[in-house]
């Protein structure tokens, strides 16, 4: 059994040919796909998909980039949203530097209250970073201490931080707070040597795989649209990587996410 953990299926990008999609990953054998959302209107979407198709799970968040998206009024929506039963995640949420469409204090600020939602309705949290991975890892050593103060059940395992591009250190502080570490296509890349050292040091246990379709994909289909059924190509490489069974790797991962989404 394959599993996608971060695929944005709702992306006018696969408006053309969603359900080719969905069946070139089934005929690979993926049996779960989570969709998360980037502002309100694309949780909605997420939703819709995963009412559609049966593999289809959805997260709901506002993404560091759609900062200016943020309304009052935003956060009882996401409330809202998040009950439906497909709802596994709130996500994706956290903090982006690099691309910076959103200033850092606001940026924080929409963070903290996606993570305060994610406790108070106790559903795992999908984490974005990109050059700011420090400040999220301090915001979530904070969530993770009020989430052990209240005894939620989060606190064993509060989330995943997506398509990791952290370093050895940072992994380590990501596995001290229980959360999953994501894998994307990236560690097919032949000059992508210190994301593959991190992938043979990490236990299997703290590893989710992902594509992030339609971005990241994998060797030798770099450059082109990503999709679902290429989540194949990134286990295949992080079983070479750490001398496992392929059918080891899909196993142990898959299992982590059905621990974190509960599915
Ligand atoms: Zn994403």
């Not at 991975?133 to 993770?144: E, F, Q, S, T, V």
């Not at 940072?170 to 000059?191: H, Y």
Request: hydrophobic share 40%; aromatic share 8%.
């Amino acid at each position: 059994m394959l599993v996608d953990t971060h695929c944005h299926l709702d992306f006018n990008w696969f408006d053309q040919d969603r359900d080719e999609i969905i069946d070139r990953a089934r005929e690979v054998g993926v049996k779960r796909i989570l969709n998360p959302g980037i502002t309100l209107r694309s949780s909605e979407h997420a939703i819709q998909l995963a009412e559609k198709y049966p593999e289809v799970y959805a997260a709901v968040g506002v993404h560091p980039n759609d900062g200016s998206s943020w309304e009052e009024g935003t956060i009882s929506q996401l409330r809202d949203l998040a009950v439906h039963q497909k709802v596994v995640a709130i996500g994706e949420i956290g903090l982006d530097y690099y691309r910076d469409h959103t200033p850092h204090e606001l940026q924080k600020r929409i963070f903290k209250e996606q993570l305060n939602l994610a406790a108070e309705i106790n559903l795992p949290v999908i984490i974005h970073t990109r050059d700011s991975i420090n400040d999220a890892l301090d915001l979530l050593k904070i969530w993770c201490s009020d989430l052990k103060d209240s005894k939620s059940g989060l606190v064993e395992h509060p989330g995943v931080l997506h398509s990791f591009s952290g370093d050895q250190d940072d992994a380590k502080q990501a596995r001290a707070l229980k959360f999953f570490v994501g894998f994307t296509g990236p560690v097919t890349f032949s000059n992508a040597k210190d994301l593959q050292e991190l992938v043979i040091r990490l236990p299997l246990q703290n590893m989710l795989i992902e594509t992030d379709s339609p971005f990241l994909t994998p060797h030798p289909y770099r450059g082109k649209r990503n999709e679902p059924a290429r989540v194949k190509l990134v286990v295949e490489k992080i079983a070479e990587l750490k001398q496992q069974a392929y059918n080891t790797v899909t196993e142990i991962t898959s299992a982590n996410a059905a621990q974190l989404f509960d599915w």
